[in-house]
């Protein structure tokens, strides 16, 4: 019997143009909400969607249609950000360029959505700043108890009148890892206008899908995940709400792997559009952003992965070894439960977020562990299911 929670739902139509011309490209199977740790009791009752993904033919974004219910997702949400030192110097980076850039002075608002523990807001320094986040999950109390100004809800045109009521429109309006989450996108953007005033700056940072398909990252694919950004929906969708982009930068390390960084405006701002706008929309049609062709490939390369690691992993426990995972974040679980992977095969994960240990990987079901107990357990191998800290692993 396959378990759905209530508020589950599949788009009919593309999240940004209304479209229903919508092409499979890729079905990774019935999967749990990646950042559903549980608990063994809590195994009968787990829920599993389709984690399929799709591409708008008309314009050309690519997304999941199937929703999981937002507060499946968020009430039991457990990741702290700054407990990765990876992201504390990302985000600490992130912040001093906006500053550079965008030059603060005291009793200037500045508004991270999504702000997690506060890990993005702690890198602005400079004195006087009002420094404001908007969380939906519990970990906005951590914020608040850091010393944050913290919204908690879902954010939108009445969170952003509430936030301008008490400070004003803010300066830079940050969404790292959060843009590309939202099922109601256009009531999210319609918030953005009032927030920005006439010439604030909204910056998204997002994996990028032309790494994410070049780079075959398929384990950033899952529910949370609702659509896989490039730079051709963007602007026309931006465009419509009365929103510029002006500038756009490809970032190396975002917090799931290569990202884009894209900077808005209102357009009556009038900041000049940098060549940077042009040159992206040109590579991505030259690279085929609109065309079935790269996904096919993608799609094909994803299988690839799957039978190679699969075969590896089969030719190990044949010569009797046994087999670890190392760090369990979200996207992990896409890879375990793609390959159907079980305890049979992966004994146990060390993970260094202590919220996470002692409950079980969602859907493959493996324990995790400790550091010091998986050190203990020793096997003789490790699969690293958080391969975008490998350069920290090396340094
Ligand atoms: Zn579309």
Not at 37 to 54: I, S, T
Not at 175 to 204: C, E, M, Q, W, Y
């Amino acid at each position: 019997m396959t378990v759905r929670a209530q508020g589950f739902k599949k788009n009919r139509a593309c999240r940004y143009c209304g479209a229903t011309t919508l092409d499979l490209v890729l079905s990774l199977g019935e999967q749990p909400p990646s950042n559903s740790f549980l608990r063994a009791d809590q195994v009968a009752g787990e829920a599993r969607y389709p984690l399929d993904v799709y591409r708008c033919e008309r314009c050309a974004l690519v997304q999941l249609l199937d929703v999981v219910p937002a507060e499946t997702i968020f009430d039991d949400y457990v990741y702290l950000s700054s407990t990765s030192k990876a992201l504390v110097q990302h985000y600490g980076r992130l912040a001093e360029i906006l500053t550079g850039r965008f030059g603060f002075r005291a009793g200037d608002a500045v508004v991270d959505i999504g702000c997690n523990d506060g890990v993005l807001l702690k890198g602005y320094t400079q004195p006087g700043l009002v420094r404001i986040g908007v969380e939906p999950s519990k970990v906005a109390e951590v914020a608040s108890a850091a010393g944050f100004t913290v919204f908690r809800g879902f954010f939108g045109p009445a969170l952003a009148r509430d936030i301008v009521e008490k400070h004003g429109p803010a300066k830079v309006v940050t969404a790292t890892n959060v843009f590309a989450h939202v099922d109601a996108i256009g009531n999210f953007v319609d918030g953005l206008r009032p927030l920005l005033g006439h010439d604030g700056v909204f910056v998204i940072e997002a994996p990028y899908l032309l790494d994410m398909v070049e780079q075959t990252l398929f384990d950033t694919i899952y529910h949370e995940h609702l659509c896989y950004l490039s730079l051709t929906p963007l602007v026309p969708f931006l465009a419509r709400h009365g929103l510029e982009v002006f500038d756009v930068e490809r970032v190396p390390f975002g917090a799931s792997g290569p990202a884009i960084r894209v900077f808005v405006q209102p357009v009556e701002a009038g900041r000049l559009v940098g060549s940077s706008v042009k040159q992206m929309l040109d590579d991505e049609a030259c690279w085929g952003v609109d065309r079935p062709e790269p996904y096919r490939g993608f799609a094909r390369a994803v299988e690839q992965v799957r039978s190679g690691v699969l075969d590896i992993l089969a030719r190990l426990k044949e010569e009797g070894a046994s087999i670890g995972g190392y760090g369990a974040p979200a996207k992990g679980n896409t890879l375990l439960n793609f390959l159907g992977l079980t305890p049979a095969i992966i004994e146990s994960i060390a993970e260094t977020n202590a919220w996470k240990q002692g409950l079980l990987t969602p859907g493959s079901h493996i324990p995790i562990v400790s550091e010091e107990e998986f050190l203990h357990r020793m096997p003789d191998y490790a699969l690293l299911l958080s391969w975008n800290y490998l350069d920290f692993f090396l340094d």
